[in-house]
């Protein structure tokens, strides 16, 4: 009985006294004991001459019999648990015969130990409640700070909002993912706009479900409204995550506070707590998931995961992938693999449908178009040869560190989950190397690099806290250590990170007002609202401030038209070759305001245009002016004027 309670290792032998009753466990309790012997195993270490069980095997060198005790002196008695394990909650302690609480090594001639009654009305937590009466007041309320969750969450939202609380809309993701939601119950937004005029099937699930709230909220309150939550409960979420692996919250807290001040990802630039996006719900259902595959209660955990796709596919896909795979090392029955697929699915419902529809369209199979995708527009995300090779190597020397951890912990049930997790992850993001190393882009449309740079960092801190906190058990080794200060010394200076994104945040909220941020908002309250505008294509905000339909945008891909929205961002700026996002930004700039009359006449001619946002310099009308842009009427360039003004030299 008391090894299923505390999940102690098959090679202890519990014997009751005589005339002692087991008792029973309830089943509710059975369901929710621990799933791994850490604790056990660091109990049964604990114990040392104080207590002597009967051994059959030990599972450890470290764990062996101590202090010469006859194998069969006493057996485990309540005190020795309480004593050793610091219960602190009666639940965990196993039924028991009042009269034989105490082995015979405790029983003295006065029903007291350690001047704590052993009597028929005895409370086996008072000698833990005794040493906690005689420790200052400052360290109880520091032992409160480290164990509280409650505690921990608040702090970590604490630091979240003061690296990550940028204004809302964030500059190019809030900006376009925001629009698109709003516009979901709102067809009059931007109404006769090419890019918004057909739904985002990736992202409709999230749009109908949060899109009603622009009907009468602002975008920065449904947007601040998105990111406080999502925060909060995907940071529970990983903190639950460090419970299943038995860390304490203020461990689980530190390695969380790592992984983001290491930016989340360690390639692919993905994240997963920032702004509010379709993904970051996506990612919050699926750390619940992992939360419920952890406590084996996998029926919640199968139909979350199918929300996370529902949210966002390209998530949800590499993580049903990556679990399916896992569980196959559990060996479940058929049956209840079947009905977790079937959980699955119905999640997924709501997001598969319109995904499916997307896929089949003709423009989603054209290997041309997302060439230009993986390559040129999306490269920090789809093209691994675009990274440095630093951080490709990073990535498999936290995998590497966090196989030789779990090869010292491989009897951890919830550690077992998540390495193969990890290995499935891998996997895929293997798969997709090849891919491109064979130009297969159309293959990588499916994102395989979105998911493994995340984990991977992410379970290297918790294995990290993991081998800290269980230091005097387990051992890494000389390999294991090598791998581990390797690993850190691949990683930024946290502290230096951390003052970088605070000052990040303070230049944001006290930014001025610059010259395109003028023009926009004047394009939206003195022009009409159906009027067609040739923005800067690379201006994520254009959508947001000048409310107006526009040529194309370079952030807001067609998926159903991939081909015509290349052509359309090609009459803007030209071809585009594949390089750096810095001096990709610098030739969209340069290409884009240096467009000739003649560029300008063919785009009005195919594609409209009433006024022009430029930093040319032209012979057209001007209607305003700001510091850095200028606003041209071009209706006269329409092809019923047949006029077409000439260039000004500058």
Known sequence: MLKRRLSLPMTFAWKPLQGESTGRIPAKTQRRSPHSTMQSNRTLAAFGSSCSPTWRKPPHPKLAHQAGHSPNTHPLCLWCIVRTTNIQDTNLLPQHNPTSQACHLHITSEPRYNGCPIGRNANP???????????????????????????????????????????????????????????????????????????AYEHIVFNKAFGWLGLFLSMEVVGWLGRIVSWLLILLALLRIGRRLELPPWLASLAITLWITQEQSVVASEWAI????????????????????????????????????????????????????????????????????????????????????LVSQKSMNMAGAWEFVCTVQANQHLDPWSWPLRERIVVYILFAFNLLHFRTFREHQG???????????????????????????HLVRYFPFRLFPVFVLLCFFLQLMMVFHFRSQRTMGVLGSLFGVLSLMCMSNPISQFVDDVNQTRILWRAKTDGL???????????????????????????????????????????????????????????????????????????YNNRTPQQIQAIVTKYGGDYLVSQGRYSYPVVFRSPTYLVYDVRGLKPSSGSTPTRRSQ
């Open 125 to 199: 937590l008072a000698w833990n409640q005794r040493e906690v009466s005689q420790r200052p007041p400052w360290t109880a309320a520091l032992s409160w700070l480290r164990q509280s969750t409650i505690t921990q969450l608040f702090l970590l939202f604490v630091f979240v909002l003061i690296i990550k609380g940028h204004p809302v809309p964030e500059p190019v993701t809030e900006y376009l993912y925001l629009t698109r939601m709003i516009k979901e119950y709102n067809p009059g937004y931007i109404a006769g706009d090419w890019t918004l005029a057909t739904p």
């Open 415 to 441: 550690l077992r989950f998540l390495f193969f997790f990890q290995v499935a992850l891998a996997l895929f993001f293997a798969l997709g190397l090849w891919w491109r190393s064979i130009e297969a882009y």
């Open 517 to 591: 941020t003028q023009t926009l908002r004047w394009v939206r309250n003195n022009t009409p609202k159906q009027s067609m505008l040739i923005m800067p294509p690379w201006e994520g905000r254009s959508f947001h401030l000048a409310q107006r339909p526009q040529v194309a945008n370079w952030w807001a891909n067609r998926y159903d038209k991939l081909s015509e929205w290349k052509e359309r961002l090609e009459a803007l700026v030209g071809k585009i070759p594949p390089m750096e996002t810095e001096a990709k930004q610098k030739l969209l700039e340069k290409r």
């Open 274 to 357: 920032g702004g509010f996006e379709a993904k970051v719900v996506s990612y919050l259902f699926l750390f619940f998931s992992l939360d419920f595959f952890l406590q084996e209660r996998r029926r919640w955990g199968a139909f979350l995961l199918g929300l996370s796709f529902s949210f966002h596919p390209a998530v949800g896909l590499s993580a049903g992938l990556a679990i399916g795979f896992a569980l196959l090392f559990f060996r479940l029955p058929f049956r209840q693999l079947a009905i977790l697929a079937g959980l699955v699915v119905l999640g997924a419902l709501p997001g598969l449908i319109p995904t499916l529809l």
